[in-house]
């Protein structure tokens, strides 16, 4: 099955820095790639995706770059803010509906 | 918060002993989840339906079964065989032709 591999595991950043976290995945058939955050006690809830025939995306502070040469995608946060401080999830698909998750990435913001 | 909900929020249970998660959703979405969240390990799928009636296992089914028997609904039991039950357990669902999965709440169980 599908492999995802998320880095770094955490990511300690000073408000107003830039935030990124990379992911590779296994399977060269996937064309569905997620982003989820979880805040502290809450459930995930998607901020940002990409298709395969698309190779980057953004929606205001967040985008999401995809590489499928290599096989890897990444999500960049830029001005960041305190209420971006949550763990972080990428996964991959081929059918959009079973998704492979990434092992998540805890990012704090410093004030 | 509402759409998707998750029954108890917390569970405790004694070695042995089968357990039932709820899952109820109101939002009329046709395909269902159950993952597992342990730290560091991201979310695992144990079992997932994309109609009534009919289910797949997930990554990490054994110890686990469940039922769809309305669209509405997805159970899941953690059986007795299931040798790490204690974890966060997330269900989800996505519309008919949607990509979004749509998460509930969240059940911790702890099983002693």
């Known amino acids: 099955g599908e492999n995802v591999e998320q880095h770094p595991s955490t990511l300690s950043v000073q408000e107003g820095d830039s935030a990124v976290i990379k992911c590779t995945y296994s399977?060269?058939?996937?064309?569905?790639f997620p982003w989820y955050k979880q805040e502290l006690g809450k459930r995930p809830q998607l901020i940002i995706d990409?298709?395969?025939?698309?190779g980057e995306k953004k929606d205001q502070r967040i985008a999401v770059t995809l590489n499928k040469t290599a096989k890897h995608f990444s999500l960049h946060i830029t001005e960041t803010q305190p209420e971006d401080s949550a763990v972080y999830f990428c996964a991959a698909s081929k059918y959009d509906y079973k998704l492979s998750f990434g092992a998540g990435t805890t990012v704090t913001v410093r004030a | 918060d509402g759409g998707i909900t998750q029954s108890p929020k917390y569970l405790f249970r004694k070695e042995g002993q089968n357990v039932t998660l709820s899952c109820e959703q109101n939002l009329n979405h046709d395909a269902m989840y159950w993952y597992r969240q342990d730290p560091g390990q991201g979310l695992r799928l144990i079992y997932y339906?994309?109609?009534?009636?009919?289910?797949q296992k997930g990554d990490i089914a054994e110890g686990y079964s469940v039922s769809r028997e309305k669209k509405e609904s997805f159970p899941l039991t953690v059986t007795s065989a299931q040798k790490n039950p204690t974890a966060f357990y997330l269900c989800?669902?996505?519309?008919?032709?949607?990509?979004?999965?749509?998460f509930g709440p969240g059940t911790r169980l702890t099983v002693t």
């Open positions: 399977d060269s058939a996937s064309n569905y």
């Open positions: 339906s994309q109609i009534v009636n009919d289910f």
């Open positions: 989800a669902s996505t519309p008919r032709g949607g990509n979004e999965q749509y």
């Open positions: 990409i298709r395969s025939n698309v």
